[in-house]
């Protein structure tokens, strides 16, 4: 077996175990959804002036309630980058999606523990390394199409999704995902658990979804949630989705779509290399 048929295999393998598992495609759509309807749709309306039937201290007086609530609007807009609330969350929740998909992916390898695969490709006829990266390819394929699915089905709760730019954000998704993914594979290596593996990613991944921008705007967070912020990988991510989705720039200074895509870049290889490292060092004991 050659380095590329193995690599292929290992990909494919993984696609056609998340399609053939019928109830894990419902659930990784429904997941999203309940978010963005029920926190979305809930949150968003907090932050529609028109949803404020008065104004503490402001004279009951059509123009100038009018002349309030407009200027209520444009803070709020200019808090989420010009956008509504629904708009802002979906960006971050599409992102969201595909974080939590890349890290939970790693229990299949605790499964294939269990059940011998992982074995078997450890004395497969391929480098090691080709053959965990086929892998974390292949689930990253997967999130990055969940994600894509998440934001066609935006459709219908907004009209500020830009869908001309959906290959770009895909893009910074996918690449996002290879790292998480390499990630979460590099930890179940170490577990032959998964409820010791689930409560190690509940511990991480929860963190890094708050203190990334998804549910709200990173300028807005204390200072220490800040400086955590800056070295949170799906920060970067969820600020150039949102960038090329909606057009909303909410994010630190220094933060630009290219600046994004180096910091991902750079993250995804180190921890590619950590995942093919590891794999390398397992045993079949392991």
């Known amino acids: 077996m050659n380095s590329f048929n193995a690599f292929t295999a290992m990909m494919y393998r993984q696609l056609k175990r998340w399609w053939n598992a019928r109830s894990r495609v419902i659930m990784t759509i429904l997941n999203p959804l309940i978010w963005m309807i029920f926190l979305g749709l809930g949150w968003g309306s907090i932050f529609s002036p028109q949803n404020i039937p008065s104004i503490p201290g402001v004279p009951n007086v059509p123009d100038v309630v009018s002349m309030m609530r407009t200027a209520i609007d444009n803070y709020f807009k200019q808090i989420f980058g010009g956008v509504g609330y629904v708009a802002f969350m979906i960006t971050g929740v599409v992102v969201m999606t595909a974080f939590m998909g890349s890290f939970i992916s790693g229990i299949s390898v605790i499964w294939d523990k269990q059940f011998g695969f992982l074995k078997e ?28 699915v998440i934001v066609m089905l935006s459709i219908v709760l907004t009209n500020e999704i830009n869908f ?14 290879l790292g998480f993914t390499s990630l979460g594979t590099a930890i179940s290596l170490k577990f032959s658990s998964m409820e010791g593996f689930q409560m ?23 200072d220490w949630m800040k400086w955590i912020a800056k070295f949170n990988p799906l920060t970067y991510s969820v600020h150039a989705t949102r960038y090329w989705l909606a057009n909303a720039d909410v994010g630190f200074e220094y933060m630009n779509p290219l600046t994004d895509l180096a910091i991902l870049t750079v993250f995804t290889i180190v921890m590619i290399i950590e995942a093919m490292n590891i794999f390398e060092k397992t045993t079949l004991e392991d």
Do not use: C, K, W
């Open 200 to 222: 190690v990613v509940n511990l991480i991944t929860m963190p890094l979804v708050f203190m990334s921008g998804v549910f709200y705007p990173v300028t807005t967070m204390p």
């Open 121 to 148: 490709t450890l004395v497969a006829p391929a480098p090691r390394s080709i053959v965990i990266l086929g892998r974390i390819v292949g689930d990253s394929i997967v999130t990055t199409i969940q994600s894509l």
């Open 164 to 177: 001309i730019n959906i290959p770009l954000a895909l893009g910074y998704i996918f690449i996002m995902s």
